[in-house]
């Protein structure tokens, strides 16, 4: 079955993308420990890629086991999309996703991102560049040559399909969709919806939140569920997104609001169990372990990287044990992989922990 009918048949739980989180070791552990459905990776700059910027290939690093992969774009000018699009099907991943709902200043803060939100004729731009791309890509042999890619740049891609371990026989049209908001500074979905729909994207992810809420409020997934409705028999699929704590939860959502699919995205930090079918209080020392884990994966992924950017996730899987202030306390401190063996997780065990 192709990425495309996956989509189509079948009700998915995901992982969705997150900046600094769901990087290659995140996505390789938890591909290990409790498998999502679909992963993105963590979004990349349209106008940084085609740009041939060499660092982030590290962000589009992925291993075979962790299909379908969804790889993601930001940015707000079509040709860099056209461009990144032919890299990314060059890369092999199994779709690409139009990031429309980041609220950071930086991003939305420059017309990219929930900026788009106001002005589909871009987006519109935008999409139809995407989808050229994917197009044009399949129907062309080697299409990547014609692009005019730096050297160092050809040989950094070389180096990332050689990773991923790619089949050179498979060449498949990489699904086109987009992740979105309920609307900038008012809900508009209906309207923005409409426009989405009538471009014919495989997939539209709705964030149940406005630009302006941020993270503020509850996820408004009577909202999500107009868009649902307003998109049957149109061939493309809406899942929803926002608050949802686990498999078993994202499951209630499909059937109580009709959408084809949820992305979990901040329960999955410092908690790859949230995609394992049953729900279940996870002992301090397999917490401790699946750290161990995480370190050791990141080190070997991004040996050159520091390791400084893992405590925020450390810290997250102490999340609902009972002494988890002082282990907080220690793993701001850990600056090796002998400092986190040290720290004694087992005392929860004889404390009992509480459920996450
Ligand atoms: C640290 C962080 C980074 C994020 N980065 C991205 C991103 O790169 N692309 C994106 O579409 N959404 C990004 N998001 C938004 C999430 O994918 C998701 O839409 C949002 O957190 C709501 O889902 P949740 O309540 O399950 O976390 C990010 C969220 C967080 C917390």
Redesign the pocket.
Known sequence: MNFKSYIKNNKIVGL???????DEAMRLLQAKVAKADVV????VSAEGLSNGGIKLFQKLLYSPNERPIIA?L?GKNPDSFYKSTIILSELGFDGI?I?M??PSKKVSGHGS?AALIDNPQLAIEIIRAVRAGTMDWYQQENLIEKIGLKNKTKQQLDENKKYSNLDKNKKDILTVSV?T?LGTKEITIEKWAEVLIKEEIDLL?I?G?TLRQG?AGL?NWEEIAKVVKMAKNSGVAVWG?????SRQEAVLKIERYGVGGV???????GNPWVFEEKERSVSAEERKKIMLEHLEIFQKVFPNRKTDCLRSKFLAYTKGLRNAKQLRKQIVRIETKKDLLKIDFEINDRMGNVDR
């Open positions: 969705s993308p997150m900046d600094g989180v769901t993105f990776t963590e979004f993601q930001f996703d990031n709902g980041c991102g992740k908001r992810t964030h939140r993270y996820t997104n926002g608050d949802v704590f992305l979990i995205g901040r329960k999955a930090i």
